[in-house]
């Protein structure tokens, strides 16, 4: 469950965006520096994606009470 949980890249933050085209999941920080730097890939399989479209928020706490 870790795994799912946390960033590849940054473990102690946890995944909150994923990728519509790809589905691999990161933290926020991960894909605004994409972003940012204009190297919009995916960090993991380099498919390219649309930052206004393809970016989408990961609710952990749906169905929780």
Do not use: Q
């Not at 102690?12 to 190297?39: G, I, M």
């Amino acid at each position: 469950f870790k795994d799912a949980y946390f960033c590849l890249y940054h473990s102690k933050e946890r995944r909150e965006t994923f990728l519509k085209e790809c589905k691999h999941s990161f933290c926020k920080k991960d894909l605004k520096l994409a972003v940012k730097e204009r190297n919009r890939r995916c960090p993991y399989c380099h498919e390219p994606f649309n930052p206004t479209s393809d970016i989408i928020d990961i609710n952990w706490n749906k169905g929780h009470k």
